[in-house]
Structures are given as C-alpha cells and as structure tokens.
C-alpha cells in the first residue's frame, strides 16, 4: 500500500490524477486530497505521504514553501510537481529540495502512471533496505552476546584463541588499548554475612542474563561475559592505560548504583570486585586482581588497589617489562623475547651496574620461571632435582656481563624452541588425525563440529588450526577429498551419477555437480565422457 497526496486548488485536476492513479493501480493506493498549501502540511503531517502531488501556485502557502515545511518532519516523501508555471526558478528550487520529479502541464497519463511506477520502485526499495537492516539488527542482538562472551573467555580466562584479539575488537567495534575487568557475584546474604547462591539461583539468573547485561551497559560501557557459576566478568575499555585517584572513586560509586539497581531489578544481592587498568592482552591479570578484590573484601564494591595486602615495587622496577617478557616467551615469541630480556638486562646494568650478585640472581629467576613456563606446555616433557645443578656455577664463571647476557639470551631461546616445536608437533598430530577422520568419514554428512570433536578441540580453534597448517579451511580440504574419490567413481561406466554423488557425501545430485564443475571445470558428465572418449 502507498499513501498518495494530490494537492491542487483546481478540482479538475485532482479528479485527473485520481482517475489515472485508480484506473491503473487500483486499490495500491490510500488517497488524500488538499487545495490549499495549509492544508497540504497540516494533512501531510497525519497522513505521512509517500508520494505527494504538488501544484506550486496554490491559495496561502504556494507548492514550494509548503515542501520545505513538509520536510522538516518527513525526509522520505516522494514530490512530483505538476504546474503550469514552467519557470527556472522554480524548477531550481524544486532540485535544490529534492523534487522527484517536475512536470508542466498539460501532462500525459502515461508520464503520470511512468512517475508513479518509479516513485514505487523507490519506496519498495528502502522498505526492503529497512526491513533488510532490521533483521540484521536483530541477527546482531543474537550474535553480539556470543561474540562478547568468546571475548571474555578468550582473553580473560585465557582459552585457545587469545591471540585473535584483533579479530574480536573489529566484530565489537573496540577501538581501545587498555581496559579493566569487573567481576559480579550474585546470590543471598547468610545470617553470616556471606554471599551464597541457593540451588536455582543462578539457573533463575540465566533467564534474566539479558536485562542484566542492559543494566550493566547503562553503568559501564563495557563487554559481558557469560554467567559461571555465580559470577559474570566485565571488561571496559580505556584510553588511558593509568587511572587517577578521582577516577577511581566514580567507577566505585558507579559500580556500587549498579549492584543496587541490578539488586532491585533482580531480586538478589550483588556484590563487584574490580581489577586495574592492563593492556588488552594481559586482561587476564586484572581478571585475577578483580576476583581478588572481591574475594579479600566484604564491601559491596571492592577495588583492587584499596587492598593493603599487596605488595609493592620497590623504585623504579620495570614491572610492565618483566610481565612482556614472560608473555612472549608462552607465546615462544623468540624475537620478542629477545628484545625485552635485552632491555631488562640493560635496565639492570644502567642502574646496579656494581650489584653483580643481584643482577646473577634475576638472571637465574629469569631462566628458571621461564623453563617453568616451558614444563607447563609441554616444551619441556622430564624435570628432575638435579635438572638444574650446573646453572648456578655456569652464572658465577660467567666473567663479565657480556659473557652473562649471552649465557641469559641463550637459555631463553632454547626455551623458545623447545614451546615452539611441542606446539609444532601437536598441532600436526591434531591435523594428521583430523585429515585420516575426514578420509574415513567423508562419504556422510560430516561437519566441523564432528571433525573438532574426534580430535577434542574446540570448532573455533580447530578451525583456526586448521587453516594454518593446511592452508586451506575445512570445507575446502573436504571437498577436495570428496571430488578426488567421485573422479574415480567416474571411471566406472557401471555407477550412476547420482549414486556416486552419494557415496562422495552429496545428498543434493544438481549441488554436487556445480561444486564438481567449480574444481574441475566441467561437470561430471562431461568429465566421465573425457574419460570414455580416451
């Protein structure tokens, strides 16, 4: 349906326009009238037209101005202007509102029905645009949480995938370096004082986990975890990788309106606990320090830094360096890790130069917590007491700091290695037994979360795996093998097509053969009868 508005002080040509719209599309059209420039806003207001008629010289407000005033409330109607008055500055006015159309009479009824017909067109296509963006709007109300939630397990709890936190921040649009973690715990207050989680709570809370996200973005802008247990982990982004004490203060207050609201709607008690500023990639440690705060404290709202338990960095300590250092070497990042033990060695000599024994005990800290860091992935599979018994002696015959650092540089490295090339051979152990689950099953239905659970990984992570040590995703290495099997098939003259589109894993004959065609170029027919022709 359209709404059409004819507004002309002439009773003839109102008439006209109503016979040519009605005699050619019938009950498409909702039909209103005007005479004077008045009545044309004061009907377009309640009417909202989609296409409007216009005569310019009307009693009052002529055509023009009663557009201009139409388009302070309504941008979308169509104007299609029918005068007898063929002036340039009209005309030039008319563009300048973003007339549709301008015609001088007498008009033809078939430029009126070619006009209508394109001004539906128009209208037709920005509906479909509109109701296209909705449901993408309600497709992202759907995924968004999901997408929120692998942030938070990915980053803070620091499952497979952490390294695509660039993948993330493009999906969530986060534009921010740096960002604190907010952990909420829900239940009711014991005679005790604690907090518990009665048996149904936190199935109840599930129920409400959308309003509770709502009312957790009109405090914070912030991205919301999934509930575990009776807990639900926030991550906030910042720009500014410190935090003043002022600051500090309102995200408390902040916090504790929050639990109050969230108490009130949700008929629980809340409780937070907030971690310091980090890098996005080391959320994990304010994920510990939040669930610290809240663990330590007994206040509704508990910041990390109000702790007195903690403890302090003596100086100037490059706190920020160590923490690097350690990252890169779980990630068996050897250049970087090369690059910040060198400026942590630097560091140590610019200022305990004459404090040999000091910088030989945090070159022995240093190896040590790394090999650990190796024990815990594998790089290194056997560790005995003894493992160890040479180092102390090979630090203490080191006879300079040169001599020190490259002793420092090299067993880091070697720890490097040893990360990257038991991560090496996992991973081809978990593709070589992923391509022989394929190669056997590849004549049924077979999906990616089939594949990811032989091999018991997740789908995500398998197939980001996957694509790096194939060079080629999942549907492309089973379709390989699934066009490989039916070209054998084909040297049977005996076989059917679509028998042996079924035993290739297609269910779909017509499917198969344009997927058939894609890799080989022609379909399976042709390719059988090249086949016969040879």
């Not at 009665?198 to 509770?212: A, D, F, I, L, N």
């Not at 996200?213 to 802008?221: G, H, L, R, Y």
């Not at 980090?278 to 404290?297: D, I, T, V």
């Given at each position: 349906m359209y709404r059409v508005l004819i507004a002309d002080d002439e009773g003839i040509m109102r008439e006209a326009l109503k016979n040519i719209i009605t005699s050619n599309f019938g009950n498409e059209c909702e039909l209103e009238f005007a005479k004077t420039g008045r009545a044309v806003v004061e009907l377009a207001e309640s009417f909202r037209p989609d296409i409007a008629f216009m005569d310019i010289q009307m009693p009052g407000i002529n055509g023009i101005q009663a557009i201009r005033e139409i388009r302070q409330f309504n941008s979308s109607t169509r104007f299609v202007i029918i005068t007898a008055y063929d002036k340039f500055d009209y005309a030039k006015e008319a563009v300048n509102l973003g007339v549709m159309e301008y015609l001088t009479k007498p008009v033809k009824r078939s430029v009126v029905v070619e006009v209508l017909e394109r001004a539906m067109h128009s209208i037709d296509e920005e509906r479909k645009k509109r109701s296209d963006n909705l449901k993408i709007q309600e497709k992202l109300e759907t995924v968004i949480p999901i997408v929120e939630n692998g942030l938070i397990n990915s980053m803070i709890l620091q499952e497979e995938g952490a390294s695509d936190l660039s993948y993330y921040k493009m999906l969530l649009d986060i534009r921010q370096e740096y960002a604190y973690v907010m952990v909420i715990q829900f239940g009711q207050l014991s005679d005790e004082?604690?907090?518990?989680?009665?048996?149904?709570?936190?199935?109840?809370?599930?129920?409400?986990?959308?309003?509770?996200?709502?009312?957790?973005?009109?405090?914070?802008?912030?991205?919301?975890?999934?509930?575990?247990?009776?807990?639900?982990?926030?991550?906030?982004?910042?720009?500014?990788?410190?935090?003043?004490?002022?600051?500090?203060?309102?995200?408390?207050?902040?916090?504790?309106?929050?639990?109050?609201?969230?108490?009130?709607?949700?008929?629980?008690?809340?409780?937070?606990?907030?971690?310091?500023?980090?890098?996005?990639?080391?959320?994990?440690?304010?994920?510990?320090?939040?669930?610290?705060?809240?663990?330590?404290?007994?206040?509704?709202?508990?910041?990390?830094?109000?702790?007195?338990?903690?403890?302090?960095y003596l100086g100037n300590y490059p706190d920020e360096t160590e923490r690097r250092l350690f990252q890169q070497i779980a990630k068996a990042d050897w250049p970087g890790t090369k690059q910040t033990a060198n400026e942590f060695f630097d560091w140590m000599i610019r200022n305990y130069y004459d404090d040999r024994d000091d910088i030989q005990l945090k070159v022995l800290e240093f190896v040590i917590w790394a090999e650990r860091e190796a024990f815990m992935n594998g790089g290194i599979e056997t560790y005995g007491f003894h493992s160890r018994k040479d180092y102390l002696k090979s630090v203490l015959e080191c006879p300079d700091y040169p001599s020190l650092r490259k002793w420092f540089l090299g067993k880091l490295e070697d720890v490097c290695k040893k990360i990257a090339t038991k991560r090496e051979e996992q991973s081809e152990t978990v593709i070589s037994k992923a391509k022989t689950y394929i190669d056997q099953n590849f004549s049924r239905e077979l999906s990616l979360d089939d594949v990811s659970r032989s091999v018991n990984i997740s789908p995500y992570y398998f197939s980001k795996l996957f694509k790096e040590e194939s060079g080629e995703n999942f549907i492309e290495y089973l379709t390989k093998v699934r066009i490989a099997h039916a070209k054998e098939l084909l040297k049977n003259p005996e076989l059917s097509i679509k028998e042996i589109c079924v035993m290739s894993g297609y269910s779909d004959p017509n499917y198969f053969s344009r997927i058939f065609k894609k890799q080989e170029d022609v379909t399976p027919s042709e390719y059988r009868e090249r086949l016969l022709g040879q």
């Open positions: 004082g604690i907090l518990t989680t009665p048996v149904g709570m936190s199935v109840r809370m599930q129920t409400m986990y959308q309003e509770c996200c709502v009312i957790c973005k009109e405090f914070f802008p912030c991205i919301v975890g999934p509930i575990m247990t009776n807990r639900i982990v926030l991550a906030v982004p910042c720009d500014e990788a410190t935090q003043e004490y002022a600051e500090r203060i309102r995200i408390i207050e902040q916090a504790r309106n929050m639990a109050r609201k969230l108490g009130s709607r949700l008929d629980a008690r809340f409780r937070a606990g907030i971690g310091k500023i980090y890098r996005m990639e080391e959320l994990k440690l304010s994920y510990e320090e939040a669930y610290r705060a809240l663990s330590q404290s007994t206040s509704s709202v508990a910041h990390v830094d109000d702790l007195t338990l903690r403890g302090q």
